[in-house]
T-cell receptor, first 113, second 116 residues
Framework: KQEVTQIPAALSVPEGENLVLNCSFTDSAIYNLQWFRQDPGKGLTSLLLIQSSQREQTSGRLNASLDKSSGRSTLYIAASQPGDSATYLCAVRRGTGRRALTFGSGTRLQVQP | NAGVMQNPRHLVRRRGQEARLRCSPMKGHSHVYWYRQLPEEGLKFMVYLQKENIIDESGMPKERFSAEFPKEGPSILRIQQVVRGDSAAYFC??????????????FGQGTRLTVV
């Protein structure tokens, strides 16, 4: 059974810092990994999608890496801003026929102005 | 192109009533997934549907919960005889057709169900 763990559970940083969020998963047989952002009381916004054959993806100040063999992914946020404050969720997609996402519990990020 | 639309956004039901949650996938998407997020917890998969077919319902509670995705109209998640423990945010996601699992999932804003 796939399990996804995110560390740390919560993080508070001053504005301008670079930071790394960690995600680990127990079963390396995944199709892809997706990072989401969730604001309080809101839905999920997809940030980055990494296919199992890829090592990293970048979008603006965000960079996500994937090491499938070791079951790890990191989300790097450069020059953090107060608007980055949210919960960040990591999710992995199972293989063919079972395409559901398995989510971690998230990292709650607070960026202090 | 509108995103995944869920309604209602908020739903209050008394214990024992039925709750009906609706999800219209993005245009061109034929795969729908339902997830539940209990307070202070992560999202848990419930069911995966394609048009007129349930593909994977391994996350659905055995009783009171059902889902459908008819040929026409939105996908419906139905909860009969709701209990306080059903209070949660229910999210729908959709993805385009494809033979592999490498497509991106897009989520709706969720329906927040409160059972009083």
């Amino acid at each position: 059974k796939q399990e996804v763990t995110q560390i740390p559970a919560a993080l508070s940083v001053p504005e301008g810092e670079n930071l790394v969020l960690n995600c680990s998963f127990t079963d390396s047989a995944i199709y892809n990994l997706q990072w989401f952002r969730q604001d309080p009381g809101k839905g999920l916004t997809s940030l980055l999608l990494i296919q199992s054959s890829q090592r990293e993806q970048t979008s603006g100040r965000l960079n996500a890496s994937l090491d499938k063999s070791s079951g790890r992914s990191t989300l790097y946020i450069a020059a953090s801003q107060p608007g980055d404050s949210a919960t960040y969720l990591c999710a992995v997609r199972r293989g063919t026929g079972r395409r559901a996402l398995t989510f971690g519990s998230g990292t709650r990020l607070q960026v202090q102005p | 192109n509108a995103g995944v639309m869920q309604n209602p956004r908020h739903l209050v039901r008394r214990r024992g009533q039925e709750a009906r949650l609706r999800c219209s996938p993005m245009k061109g998407h034929s795969h729908v997934y339902w997830y539940r997020q209990l307070p202070e917890e992560g999202l848990k998969f419930m069911v995966y549907l394609q048009k007129e077919n349930i593909i994977d319902e391994s996350g659905m509670p055995k009783e009171r919960f059902s889902a459908e995705f008819p040929k026409e109209g939105p996908s419906i998640l139905r909860i009969q005889q709701v209990v306080r423990g059903d209070s949660a945010a229910y999210f729908c996601a959709s993805s385009p057709p494809g033979t592999q699992g490498n497509t991106e999932a897009f989520f709706g804003q969720g329906t927040r169900l409160t059972v009083v």
